[in-house]
């Protein structure tokens, strides 16, 4: 076979990946979510109902498999259930949504019905998302692999989609035709994730053949991986929370974020369970750009307030805290009663003692008087 120029060598990997179809597992059981992970939406977002996963595409976010994939082959069928609506299938993804984003840093399979833009198109596009590289083929310009052929069906209509991942390389058949390619993928390991985003969707026939890597990866071309992680944000309402009438009226469930709206005498919210030793994610922004308020009065870990320890801290160049608009994620760690925090990935010091803490307390969050943003908050414990 005469290999012509310039053609990545995981590209002529994928094109002969397809000669035998034994090896495949099943992805999905058909009857619970089994091997399957609620990465931030609401528990009632997914459900296994009659051999297929329903989504309802409220909030935005994702399901994630329970463990890493580097080279496979997945197929799976998906119809949307109202016409115009959007979700996607994500490879080689973080186990935990991008900072400020209810997306995952991947490379993201649209899944998209009957919209076409100059920049999208409804038949199978392939692209990096929040970080994620990728070299498209057939490109506009950008890093977003266009199709070569209209082939997707109208909702509410089943479509097949084949995705083959082999060494940052990817390909996309639609309905038994390949249209869509990318390489040089980063990350090129990582996990398979299913995607809300706004509208009903439903995935069957989801299986997977694994195919052999060939050399071990850096980490860069790993994904970030689970560590025990889970969301204490619904999406969809104030379940986990004290959510009060006091509280309705101080804050407000939007989707994949969460609205203080500011006020002097706003009303705090505080979690329904007690905890211990932990690590907490929380993403956060000032939308008013010209007065934004006080980043070390936003939360209380088992309700100890930080403000006096966090006093040094407050102005942006010692915190990291970015400008006021944009999107900052703070870590807590806390173990007994010292506390460490990192804001941005930037480590504030070398930590803080928190005289009296409670050894198990709720976890209150503070609405400073002036309105802001919250999203993506995780828990994990800590033994």
Not at 2 to 15: C, E
Not at 138 to 165: L, M, T
Not at 225 to 253: I, K, M, Q
């Amino acid at each position: 076979m005469k290999i012509p120029l310039g053609v990545p060598a995981a590209l002529l990997l994928l094109a002969m990946s397809g000669r035998g179809e034994d090896g495949f597992r099943p992805l999905f059981n058909g009857h619970n979510l089994d091997g399957w992970v609620n990465v931030n939406c609401a528990p009632g977002t997914w459900r296994a109902t009659n051999g297929l996963i329903h989504c309802t595409g409220f909030p935005i976010g994702e399901l994630r498999t329970d463990r890493m994939y580097q080279n496979f082959i997945l197929e799976l069928e998906w119809r949307h259930l109202r016409p115009q609506g959007n979700a996607g299938v994500f490879v080689w993804a973080d186990a935990l949504t991008a900072p400020g984003q209810p997306f995952i840093r991947g490379i993201e399979v649209q899944v998209l019905d009957g919209r076409e833009g100059t920049w999208f198109t409804s038949d199978g596009d392939i692209f990096p998302i929040h970080g994620a590289r990728m070299v498209p083929i057939n490109g506009r310009g950008g890093d977003r692999a266009f199709p070569i052929e209209k082939r997707s069906r109208p909702s509410p209509e089943w479509n097949h989609y084949r995705i083959e991942c082999v060494d940052g390389a990817i390909s996309l058949a639609v309905n038994g035709k390949i249209v869509t390619r990318g390489h040089s993928a980063s990350p090129r390991k990582g996990y398979i994730c299913l995607e809300s985003e706004g509208s009903p969707v439903e995935f069957r026939n989801l299986r997977l053949r694994e195919l052999p890597a060939r050399e071990a990866l850096p980490p860069e071309h790993i994904a970030e991986p689970a560590l025990g992680f889970h969301p204490l944000y619904s999406g969809v309402d104030g379940s986990g929370w004290h959510w009060t009438e006091a509280v309705a009226r101080s804050w407000r469930v939007e989707d994949w974020t969460l609205a203080s709206l500011g006020g002097d005498d706003a009303t705090p919210l505080v979690s329904e369970h007690s905890f211990g030793d932990g690590e907490l994610i929380l993403d956060w922004r000032w939308p008013d750009r010209e007065q934004p308020g006080d980043w070390t009065r936003l939360v209380r870990p088992r309700g100890y307030n930080l403000a006096t320890v966090l006093a040094p801290w407050t102005a942006r160049d010692r915190s990291g805290e970015n400008p006021p608009g944009q999107w900052n994620r703070a870590l807590l760690r806390l173990r007994g009663n010292h506390l460490a925090i990192e804001i941005n990935g930037r480590p504030l010091g070398t930590g803080f003692e928190l005289p009296g803490i409670p050894p198990q307390a709720p976890l209150v969050l503070i609405p400073p008087p002036r309105p802001a943003q919250w999203a993506n908050l995780f828990w994990r414990r800590l033994d």
